[in-house]
């Protein structure tokens, strides 16, 4: 029996799995608007725009999750500072502790992004804030936006292996995989926000489903050798999580959009591939957090899903 | 001068199932008995704590090895408490330095730092932390810290009435451990063995035991691991895969440009 068993659970529960599933499409929204950017055409700009709300949002979402689940919410910053001597608190090793430094800097960079974006749709008002968008400070911001956008989507990975519990320390793959699930419900829910206001041209929006449509294949691929290199912590998907997985996750989040996108038949015009993406990307969450925490040991039992 | 790293050293063979380690470390450290008003009696065997958590830092464990007609068998008891890694997996990743090495070599939660993220109790090799619920904190044995700053040995220990549970200087506990091997394997215990007692394991256990069955047998894993075995290789592949979407997109979005300029 793998050594992870043997452990108990954090008690890590709904708002955990939805900071990670907010956190990633944070992160990879603004990944994707830095990269449009950097790279894109006049064209993009409504996209890059909402990529900068979409993180900032979902960086104030994240934190105030994170915060909630503390069981000392109001000691929320010893994270940042070494309560007993006012120093700066970072372990480098701890990806919880560069993690509460990663989503605190990515909010900073987040709402730097999205005050130079609310300028630049608004002629007028407060003009000198659109240059947050323009020039050398929007490549600034983007360079740091992408970085801290990555990071933000694949740190939440790397600190379940970085534990001891079943599934999460079982496998070094946690990580991306909840990277390239944070890139493609980023592009699925910039698809989505994008419909819905309106302006997105079709030019983005061709490049932006393509790329959700990569991220997805890669994500698929992941999933399936993280799946096949488990070993026998794989015990734990044999029942219900693991049904959950094959088709909540693989089939209606990944297969299912990936096929719809090709040809759609007409009595699923109206599933819209981005809304199943995003439903997908948080069961992904959901499954990973709630299985191996139903581990446990009983007296000297372990007690499996 | 720093004090020698104090332990325990808790030799099941001799413990009785007393409970009395578990008692005096509830009375000491005014532990409750319930879990947030909550009384939990699991009517498992005679344990009823089933497991170490936030007010259990001393748990008794029942082992019932008996044949199906019960005509031949035995009971192993054990007292399971923090390890006191001298590499320990919560000091490791604790994010708030609420998790301390103190002069005496333990490892001890500062309740007042401890903002309860619970990334300890996952990444404990042992599933030994829990949250109190009366501080709202992850805590855990402390091998009586208060106890040994004014020169008392712990409260379960003290208790033991069979030293199943011995403490002292770690270097002492595990020449008694030793002699305690030799002796048994002289009396043709063959299944006697030290757990944590060497370096091998997370660089020794500050609390080790003496087990007479396989570990996974006692609920203990085999070879317990450090959490950051992952973060390397873990995060070289989320790097990759990073760099691997950023390239796609620089990539698709530069054709996209060529193409569009054919156009």
């Not at chain 1, 804030?129 to 050398?136: D, F, I, S, V």
């Not at chain 2, 020794?204 to 390397?232: H, T, W």
Request: with cysteine.
């Amino acid at each position: 029996m793998p050594e992870t068993f043997f452990t108990a659970p954090p008690h890590w529960g709904w708002y955990i799995a939805t900071y990670f599933f907010v956190g990633g499409i944070a992160g990879g929204a603004f990944v994707i608007s830095s990269l449009l950017a950097l790279f894109g055409r006049a064209e993009d700009r409504p996209v890059v725009r909402l990529g900068h709300y979409v993180a900032l949002a979902g960086a104030l979402l994240s934190g105030a999750l994170l915060t909630a689940d503390l069981t000392r919410p109001e000691r929320f910053w010893h994270m940042l500072v070494q309560s007993k001597t006012g120093l700066p608190m970072l372990k480098p090793w701890s990806p919880m502790s560069v993690g509460a430094w990663g989503v605190l800097g990515f909010g900073v960079v987040a709402a730097l992004a999205a005050a130079g974006s609310i300028a630049e749709s608004r002629p007028g008002l407060w003009q000198r804030l659109a240059r947050l968008n323009r020039g050398p400070m929007q490549a600034a911001t983007a360079l740091a936006g992408s970085l801290l956008g990555f990071f933000l989507a694949g740190y939440t990975g790397v600190l379940l292996s970085v534990t001891n519990r079943p599934l999460w320390a079982d496998s070094d793959l946690v990580g991306l995989v909840f990277l390239l699930s944070a890139a493609s419900s980023g592009a699925a829910a910039l698809l989505l926000l994008g419909d819905w206001s309106g302006g997105v041209s079709e030019l983005t929006r061709h490049w932006l489903a393509r790329f959700d449509r990569t991220a997805l294949m890669l994500e698929l691929a992941v999933l399936v050798i993280f799946l096949a290199t488990l070993g026998p912590a794989l015990a734990i998907l044999r029942g219900a999580w693991g049904a959950v997985l094959l088709g909540g996750v693989i089939g209606a989040g990944i297969v299912a959009p990936l096929v719809l996108e090709r040809r759609t038949p007409a009595l699923l015009a109206s599933v819209s591939p981005a809304a199943l993406v995003l439903a997908g990307s948080f069961l992904l969450r959901v499954v990973i957090v709630f299985a191996a925490q139903q581990v446990h040991v009983a007296g000297t039992e372990v007690v499996l899903p | 001068m720093s004090p020698e790293p104090m332990g325990f050293f808790t030799d099941t063979t001799v413990c009785i199932g007393c409970k009395a380690c578990e008692v005096a470390c509830k009375e000491w450290n005014q532990l409750p008995a319930t879990n947030g008003g909550r009384t939990l009696m699991s009517g498992l065997s005679y344990d009823n704590t089933v497991r170490l958590d936030g007010i259990n830092w001393r748990h008794v464990k029942f082992i019932e090895q008996f044949s199906e007609d019960r005509s031949s068998g035995r009971w192993l008891m054990m007292s399971d408490v923090c390890k006191h890694c001298v590499q320990a997996g919560c000091l490791e990743v604790c994010p708030t330095g609420a998790i301390i090495r103190t002069e005496f070599d333990t490892v001890v939660i500062q309740s007042d730092v401890c903002n309860g993220c619970r990334l300890c109790l996952a990444a404990c090799p042992f599933g030994v932390i829990d949250i109190n619920p009366a501080s709202n904190t992850a805590q855990k044995c402390t091998l009586c810290y208060d106890r040994l700053q004014a020169g008392l040995e712990p409260a379960c220990a003290q208790a033991c009435p069979t030293d199943s549970i011995q403490f002292g200087p770690v270097s002492r506990l595990k020449q008694q451990a030793q002699a305690r091997l030799d002796q048994l394997r002289a009396l043709g215990e063959t299944r006697a063995r030290l757990y944590g007692a060497d370096e091998s394991m997370l660089g020794g256990l500050n609390a080790f035991y003496l087990l007479v069955d396989e570990p996974e047998v006692y609920g203990l894993p085999r070879d317990p691991k450090l959490p950051s075995r992952r973060l390397l290789a873990g995060s070289v592949f989320s790097l990759a895969g990073a760099v691997i979407m950023g390239l796609i997109a620089w990539i698709t979005l530069r054709r996209r440009r060529v193409e569009e300029e054919h156009a």
